[in-house]
C-alpha cells in the first residue's frame, strides 16, 4: 500500500499545455494543490494494480490453502443467496 504520508520527492513529466492548464483549473476549482490533485489521480490509477499485485502474492505464498479460504469479500458480498443457502 502506498505510504501517502512519506516524504515527497520531485518528479518532472513532459505534459502536453492545454492538460496542464485543466489541471490548474480543477485544482483551483477543487480547493487543491496541483501536487495534490495529481496525486489523487495517480492513485485512483495506480493503487487497484498495487492491490492486484499484492493479492497475487499472498495467494503464491499460501498456494497450498484451499481457495474457499481466499474468497475476497467483494466476490462474497456481491454473490446472491442460492437455493442451498436459503432456509
Do not use: N
Not at 492491490?51 to 454473490?79: C, L, P, T, Y
Request: glycine content about 4%; proline content about 6%; overall charge negative.
Amino acid at each position: 500500500m502506498i505510504d501517502v504520508h512519506s516524504p515527497r520527492l520531485p518528479l518532472t513529466v513532459g505534459l502536453p499545455g492545454a492538460l496542464i492548464e485543466e489541471l490548474k483549473t480543477l485544482a483551483r476549482e477543487k480547493k487543491l494543490s496541483v501536487d495534490d490533485l495529481v496525486m489523487e489521480a495517480c492513485l485512483q490509477y495506480t493503487e487497484p494494480c498495487s492491490w492486484e499485485r499484492d493479492f497475487k502474492e499472498w495467494q503464491r505464498q499460501h498456494a497450498d490453502e484451499s481457495r474457499q479460504e481466499a474468497v475476497i469479500d467483494d466476490e462474497e458480498m456481491g454473490r446472491s443467496a442460492t437455493s442451498e443457502e436459503r432456509p
